[in-house]
């Protein structure tokens, strides 16, 4: 069976990603279009996909457990003559957050050890000349910007060139709870990951409804995504993910493993999607769903709509629910 080459890194968004991207292109383009601006934590590595499950909940375990931190990028540096790479360091502002953090995320025998010791940093160039090296890092001697962390992400890479993130691990405490004398984990974050994507499978529910993509049912731009899974003694037993826009928002999809369904999970799951997207400030949430699971939204506090909004799309056979969260 094939493997997952996987790697875990911290990304960068905003205005500092958009610069990065640009000095990567000045600098001869290195990465641009294949993988995004980052910081390794973990080097790429083959994961057999039976021990994919285990490892993603092993890392929201860790992730769960570390708070954000903050770190300045800049200046320039190089890894000459080990090797033709010129890249910004990396400097916590706080501490040994992120070395902490490396530390226990290569706690695992999945990772090789490196017999180099760890640098953070930025990339921004491979196998340049050394006189364009010395140039950078004249032009680039200063601190650049400083950047808050509040998660780290897996990124997989499905031919060896490119790289896309894949799944995000949130630095947000895991609430635990109980439901049929079972006790429970249960995590926050904005995509799916693998095993949910598996889970969905298997259930025969597309994977789609977890994929941080604008959903084709909720017509509207801007959409931003939430996603929930439920573990039980570190093996996912229920997902759910929702999506929301300005005050809107839609409840995507909510899914029990066969074998833990009846004991109150998939409430758990819809009760934790309204409480994440309330925090948005979504005051309208919509779920679209089969007519046979009516009852069950229903029973969890949802009002039957018959007028449909203009930005919701009516799927043959189903039937539409929605709670309300204005104070208006």
């Known amino acids: 069976m094939k493997r997952h080459r996987i790697g875990i890194v911290h990304t960068f968004s905003g205005e500092p990603k958009a610069m990065l991207e640009g000095l990567r ?69 706080d501490g040994n957050s992120m070395a902490n953090l490396v530390t226990r995320l290569a706690r695992s025998e999945l990772y090789k050890p490196s017999s180099r010791p760890y640098v953070p940093h930025v990339t921004l160039s491979d196998g340049v000349d050394f006189a364009r090296i010395v140039a950078a890092t004249q ?17 997989l890479s499905g031919s060896q060139a490119y790289w896309e993130i894949y799944s995000d691990f949130r630095f947000a405490k895991c609430r635990k709870v109980f439901r049929g004398g079972l006790e429970l984990e249960v995590f926050s974050h904005q995509s799916g990951d693998l095993a949910i994507y598996s889970l969905a499978s298997d259930l025969d529910i597309h994977q789609s409804c977890f994929w941080p993509y604008p959903d084709r049912r909720f017509r509207i731009d801007g959409q931003r995504f939430i996603s929930i899974s439920v573990y039980n003694r570190g093996n996912l037993v229920a997902a759910g993910s929702g999506c929301y826009s300005s005050v809107f928002a839609l409840i995507r999809s909510v899914v029990v493993k066969s074998e833990f369904q009846k004991i ?62 204005s104070s208006r």
């Open 139 to 155: 032009v680039l001697d200063s601190e650049l910007f400083t950047f808050s962390f509040s998660s780290f992400e897996m990124m």
């Open 25 to 93: 292109i000045g600098l001869g383009g290195f990465g641009v279009g294949r993988i995004c601006p980052h910081i390794t934590l973990l080097p790429p590595t083959n994961i057999h996909p039976s021990s994919m499950a285990g490892e993603i909940y092993r890392l929201r375990a860790i992730a769960s457990e570390t708070d954000p931190y903050q770190v300045t990028i800049g200046p320039a540096a190089t890894f000459h003559p080990v090797s033709p790479v010129l890249y910004l360091s990396v400097e916590e502002n």
């Open 264 to 325: 109150g999970l998939g409430s758990l799951i819809v009760g934790e999607l309204l409480y994440a997207l309330q925090l948005t400030g979504a005051e309208m949430v919509y779920a679209i769903t089969e007519h046979a699971n009516e009852n069950f939204l229903l029973g969890l506090g949802a009002e039957k709509l018959f007028i449909w909004p203009p930005f919701l799309v009516q799927e043959k056979g189903t039937t539409l629910n929605s709670w309300s969260f």
